[in-house]
Each structure stands twice: as C-alpha cells, then as structure tokens.
C-alpha cells in the first residue's frame, strides 16, 4: 500500500539558512498535519491542513511557514534557521471522512542546522 | 482536552512473552479515541491500533490488542508474543478536539533475547 512520502530524508543546512520540506500524502487523503520531534523529546504537532486550507495551528514559530498545494502535497517552509531547530519533522496524513481519524505518518526528514 | 498517562517509562519482557503497555486517560468528553503508535529507534512513526470510546469490543490487530476498561480510563496496549523487532517507543496517543495527536513521553519497550 502506498505511504506518505517525505522529502528530503535528511537535510543539513547552517544557521540563518532557509529549508523547505516536502509531503506527498497516502493517495486520496486530503489532510496533511507536520509534526516536530527534537532530540529526545516528544513530537509536536505544528500545524494542520485539509482541503488546501490551514486547518489547525500548534507550535509553530513564526520563522516557519507552510502551505499545501492542490495536488495535496504540503510544504513546509522554515526561514532563518536556528541551532534548535535540528530534529525530525514528520509529515502525517489522515482521510477526511474516515472512520477512526487515524493519521499514517511519513519516514520523516532528519533536519541538522549547523 | 484529553490528558494521558504512560507510567512505564521503561519496560522490559522476554521474547516471545506477551507484555501490558499501561496507559490511563482523563477526559470529559463523551466521545473520543485513542491510538497506539509505535517508534522504533530507527525514527519512524508506526501506527498499531485504534479504539473508539463507543467501540462495543476491545480493539485487535495481529499480535496488538488493546484492553480498554472505559469505567476506569484504561487503554492498555497488550502484545503477544514478543519478538526482538518490538523493541521501541510506545506512545498511547489521544484524539484532540482539533484532530491534532498530543504525544506524551511513550513506554520504551526493551525485547530481550
């Protein structure tokens, strides 16, 4: 069965550069949530999108921004990178109208800022 | 909002043995839901199984079952027969009123040999 893809898998950039971030969810879902998972902590949830609109926002700082596209892929655009920013971001993606909600996660993409 | 309890923050079991995972809940909802997701040290995030506060039967999936007591806010995660590929994070995981999953600080499962 297909998964969620994500985008790079890993992805190393210095202080003060920019990444993007890229999700392809399961065919046919149209619900792309990004979560943040530092070293040794709990994923957080991000931010939160259905039908290409934002549905939901959780911790996201301002320097982060993301959008999803009418394909339904999703970008996750971070700006002006910061050492505390190194974790793995994972993409999930859920079908609207499902019968339990249940959110399938990507491979996520290992980020490491310099 | 639902809060969530996991208090093994570190569980060993012999393989091939079957082992509880402990995860107690407090909610005023009425209707609500509760997954199990799996992180091996690899980084991924699996998903195991699923129950739902009207679920009439215990959810089961394969060798994962959930033993979900809703007078007691329980849902314990059991898995049978324990194989050295379950060693992981175990996160019990419930269903924000926005849709979003809260993560709590998991069970580290330890399969030994």
């Known amino acids: 069965a297909a998964g969620v893809i994500q985008s790079p898998r890993h992805l190393i950039k210095e202080k003060r550069e920019t990444a993007t971030l890229k999700c392809y969810p399961i065919?046919?879902?149209?619900?792309v949530y990004w979560y943040q998972q530092g070293p040794g902590q709990d994923p957080q949830f991000l931010i939160s999108?259905?039908?290409?609109?934002?549905?939901d926002k959780g911790s996201i700082p301002d320097r982060f921004s993301a959008q999803q596209f009418s394909d339904y892929h999703s970008e996750l655009n971070m700006s002006s990178l910061e050492l505390g920013d190194s974790a793995l971001y994972f993409c999930?993606?859920?079908?609207?109208?499902?019968?339990?909600?249940?959110?399938?996660f990507g491979p996520g993409t290992r980020l490491t800022v310099l | 909002a639902q809060k969530i309890t996991q208090t093994q923050p570190g569980m060993f079991v012999q393989e091939k043995e079957a082992v509880t995972l402990d995860c107690t809940y407090d909610?005023?909802?009425?209707?609500?839901?509760l997954f199990w997701y799996k992180q091996p040290s690899s980084g991924e995030m699996i998903f195991l199984i699923y129950?739902?506060?009207?679920?009439?039967q215990n959810a089961t999936e394969g060798r994962y079952s959930l033993n979900f007591q809703k007078a007691r806010k329980s849902a314990n995660l059991v898995i049978s027969a324990s194989q050295l590929g379950d060693s992981a994070m175990y996160f019990c995981?419930?269903?924000?009123?926005?849709?979003?999953?809260?993560f709590g600080s998991g069970t580290q499962l330890t399969v030994l040999p």
């Open positions: 999930a993606s859920k079908e609207a109208g499902g019968a339990t909600d249940t959110q399938y």
């Open positions: 065919p046919r879902h149209d619900t």
């Open positions: 999108f259905y039908e290409k609109m934002q549905s």
């Open positions: 909610t005023s909802d009425q209707s609500y839901g």
């Open positions: 129950q739902g506060s009207y679920d009439e």
């Open positions: 995981v419930p269903l924000g009123s926005a849709r979003q999953l809260t």
